[in-house]
Every structure is written in structure tokens, then in C-alpha cells.
């Protein structure tokens, strides 16, 4: 780099630096000081080594420039008592060719920087650049760690005021790859009825209920070994046998190489709200039964018929393979099959004899008015008591009512509504008829098996027969 460019560029890179400068010759030092100050902001001189060494002591410097032979204390003792001050100090030693004889000394006090006298414009530019440059990037290092430094402290500090929050408002456990826990925060203790010391080490189907099938477990497995998050609500048991009902997130905590080293999962507990919603999902059921109690009162049946219908729905859809949802669905409404009766006249629905044509197309209507009652709801419950309302007559063979639908164009509650309530109605008294012997029903279900009921669950019907009469029995 040229002079020219040293000089225009260095004062960039020295705008904070502080430099000390000791000689003992005037004429060198004021010379050599005008042409240090248009470099750097602050040149402070000594004209010796006790002189210089008290400013040290007193006052920080980015550099020391000095002589060797000085009076009074020269620079190498200087340089010795500097160094026992500030070992990483930085120090230039300005030296004449007849001071060799220091030069080992010097060396071995950790000095590399030598500008050789006379000195030269070029030299102690070239020197001073590079230890500008090597001072420069040191601290701008050192700011560079004091500042990751401070943001680590930060970030811990918030790390620790985060988890303390979540300690405090959630449930918290940690794993390891194994599944055996090593960590628990106090409302887990809390929540479970486990000390910390019977959690630690154990596997976390300690705390595992047994309702929750081991599909369950092992789709969540699955998931977070697969390094993705599960959430899912889970059923737990406490120490005492009880239970409680969590939102669980598990999260896989990965190194820097993107493998799993533990799982953490954090809970709420959310045991009321689900007992609230049983406790409103039992309401709505009960409601929904007594609804279609009052239907079959008009038509002066027996209550039991819906709830008999219920549970007879509710086992043909649990052996058709229905989900969870829509066997409780189905289960719900279905006591709704009959309630657009309510809108038919005495004069036909209590008809002790047969219903001319006139009169049975009449009859007819009420799966419309069941439907019309229901149809413009949201609510899935009440959604499938429109449907089974208005598809509980209709046929697989296709020749039912109100709509002629065929096969799979019947909604399956439809189809499972249909045959249970045929089963249950042949088997009861009503004011046009007697019941019909056990014998003479299932003959009529087989011959009806691809007409009037879907064959599969006709076939399901007569593999699990002894479970539909033991319901009919104790709902008599």
C-alpha cells in the first residue's frame, strides 16, 4: 500500500486509540509526534522511562512507542514493569543499529514490533498499520464475543423467565429417546399424585390409562420419532387410580445434527371441560330420548322402543365399523326416527286397523316432518337425526319412502335405523298389532336381507344375535 493511501486510510481504524510516545531526543520526538497525531486523536509524550511509566500507570494507551536508551530509567526496564502492569500491552521500540545488544532481551519480553533509527516515513507508517489493523480487529473481536456475550446473558435470562411461566401455568415432562422421563415440574407432581423421585427414570406409561388403546401409543410414537410434533388429548392416571385429561403437545428436541436427544411435552388440564361436555353430551342424549318418548306416547307405544332402537344402533354401527363420533351420533339421534309422528292427526296414527291407502300415504309424511324439524341445524347430532328421520324407511332393494333411495344411496344410519327399528317394532305390541314371536322375526330379517336391509348388516345382525336379545331383554 503507498504512503498516500496509509495515511488517508489509518485514521479510520484509529479514531478510539490512545498512543504513548517516549524519547529522550526533542527534535525526534516533536517530529515523530506531529506526524503520530495526524494519525491517531490523542499522542501523549514522555521524555523518559520514569516519566513514561508513571503516564502508563495513570492513563490507558492502545500503544506504547519507545526508545531504548533514555536517562533516568531506560526502555527496557520500562517495557519490564509496563508488561508486569498489562502483559498484553502493545508496544513499538523505536532502536538504533548500536542497541542490538537489547534487541534478545526485548524479544523475549514478548516485543516483535522494531522500528530501526533514523527512522523512516515508509517504516513507521508500514509498522503502525499493522498494529493499528492487529489492535483493531482485537477489539472489534472482543466486541463482537462481549456482545454475543451480552445476548446469550439476555437470552438466558429470558430462556429462565419463560420457563417459569410455563412452569408455572402447564404440565411439563421431558423423556429420553426411551421413553423414561428425566425431568417433571411441580404441577405434574401435582396433577399425577407422584413425587418427582417415583417419576424419574420410569417410563411415562406410568402414568398411562387404560382406556386409551395401544394404537393410540403407538400412532403417537410414530409421529415423534418421525422428529414431527404430536398434539392429541390424552386420558392419564393419577396415583390413586383416578383420572385426568390433558392437551398434550410433545415436541422432539433435536441436536445440530438433526437427531432426536429427547422429547418434551407440555400439557394443560382440560379434565373439567371434557367432564362439562360429557355431562352436556349426557343432557343433550337424555333430551333427545325423552323427545322421542313424547313421539311414541302420542302413538301410545312404550318409551323403551327408542331407547331399545339406541342401543340396538349403537351395537350394529360399533360392528359395522362406524368411528367413535358417528357411533355416538347415531346413538344420540336415533331416538328421533319416529318423532315427525307428532305431526300426523290421532285419527291415523291411533288407528287400531289397518291404514287404508289415503291414510298411509298420510303416515308417510312423517319422515319429511322429521326431517323438516331437524334439517337446517349445524350441530352433527341433530344433522344425523334429520337423516335418520327421513331415510328410516327407505329400502335396499329401492322400493321405500319418501325417496325411493337404493343400496348406498342410504345413508348408513339410515340403513342401521331401519333394520333396528323393524327388529324391535315386530317384537312389541302395538294398537294395530300383537308382537310377533322371536322366531317369526328373524325369519322375516332374512327373507327381507337384500330388499328391505343392507346384507352386511343383516349378516352382523345374525352373527351377534345373542347380544341384541340380551338388550331387548333388560330394556323390556
Not at 141 to 146: A, F, H, L, S, T
Not at 277 to 300: C, P
Request: proline share 3%; aromatic share 8%.
Amino acid at each position: 500500500m503507498q504512503l498516500s493511501e496509509m495515511l488517508k486510510q489509518l485514521p479510520l481504524y484509529t479514531q478510539e486509540m490512545n498512543i504513548l510516545y517516549v524519547e529522550d531526543e526533542q527534535s525526534i520526538r516533536e517530529i515523530t509526534q506531529k506526524l503520530l497525531l495526524s494519525i491517531f486523536p490523542s499522542v501523549v509524550t514522555a521524555e523518559d522511562g520514569k516519566e513514561g511509566l508513571e503516564l502508563f500507570k495513570n492513563t490507558k494507551f492502545d500503544i506504547v512507542i519507545s526508545d531504548i536508551l533514555m536517562p533516568k530509567m531506560n526502555g527496557i526496564t520500562m517495557v519490564k514493569k509496563i508488561k508486569e502492569i498489562n502483559n498484553h500491552q502493545s508496544i513499538i521500540i523505536t532502536s538504533a543499529c548500536d542497541d542490538s545488544s537489547y534487541l534478545l532481551e526485548l524479544i523475549n519480553l514478548g516485543i516483535s514490533n522494531f522500528i530501526l533509527k533514523p527512522m523512516q516515513s515508509q517504516q513507521i507508517l508500514q509498522t503502525l498499520w499493522n498494529k493499528v489493523m492487529s489492535i483493531y480487529n482485537e477489539k472489534r473481536v472482543r466486541e463482537m464475543n462481549q456482545s454475543l456475550e451480552n445476548e446469550l446473558v439476555h437470552k438466558s435470562t429470558l430462556l429462565e423467565q419463560y420457563k417459569e411461566v410455563v412452569d408455572i401455568s402447564t404440565i411439563v415432562s421431558k423423556t429420553d429417546i426411551h421413553g423414561r422421563i428425566t425431568y417433571v415440574n411441580e404441577k405434574f407432581c401435582n396433577i399425577s399424585g407422584f413425587k418427582s423421585s417415583e417419576l424419574i427414570g420410569k417410563k411415562h406409561n406410568i402414568i398411562r390409562h387404560p382406556d386409551l388403546p395401544k394404537e393410540f401409543f403407538s400412532n403417537l410414537w410414530e409421529t415423534i420419532l418421525a422428529k414431527k410434533i404430536w398434539n392429541g388429548v390424552v386420558k392419564n392416571k393419577k396415583k390413586n387410580g383416578d383420572y385426568y385429561i390433558t392437551d398434550s403437545t410433545i415436541k422432539p428436541i433435536l441436536d445440530k445434527h438433526g437427531e432426536i436427544i429427547e422429547f418434551m411435552s407440555i400439557r394443560h388440564d382440560v379434565t373439567e371441560l371434557f367432564d362439562l361436555n360429557e355431562e352436556i353430551s349426557r343432557t343433550q342424549h337424555e333430551m333427545l330420548y325423552l323427545l322421542g318418548e313424547v313421539g311414541e306416547t302420542r302413538s301410545e307405544e312404550t318409551g323403551n322402543h327408542v331407547r331399545r332402537v339406541a342401543e340396538y344402533s349403537k351395537l350394529l354401527g360399533e360392528l359395522y365399523g362406524l368411528d367413535k363420533d358417528e357411533i355416538s351420533n347415531l346413538y344420540t339421534a336415533s331416538p328421533m326416527h319416529d318423532i315427525g309422528k307428532i305431526g300426523i292427526s290421532d285419527a291415523i296414527l291411533l288407528k287400531p286397523g289397518k291404514l287404508d291407502d289415503a291414510e298411509y300415504e298420510i303416515m308417510k309424511q312423517h319422515a319429511k316432518i322429521g326431517f323438516d324439524m331437524f334439517k337446517n341445524s349445524e350441530r352433527p347430532i341433530l344433522k344425523a337425526a334429520a337423516i335418520i328421520a327421513y331415510e328410516h324407511h327407505e329400502k335396499w332393494d329401492g322400493t321405500g319412502y319418501p325417496r325411493s333411495l337404493a343400496k348406498d344411496e342410504i345413508h348408513i344410519y339410515g340403513r342401521i335405523t331401519a333394520l333396528t327399528d323393524v327388529f324391535d317394532a315386530l317384537s312389541c305390541e302395538r294398537v294395530y298389532k300383537k308382537p310377533w314371536p322371536m322366531e317369526q322375526i328373524l325369519e322375516l330379517l332374512k327373507e327381507e336381507r337384500g330388499k328391505h336391509f343392507d346384507p352386511t348388516l343383516v349378516d352382523l345382525f345374525f352373527q351377534n344375535i345373542e347380544k341384541f336379545k340380551e338388550i331387548g331383554k333388560n330394556l323390556r
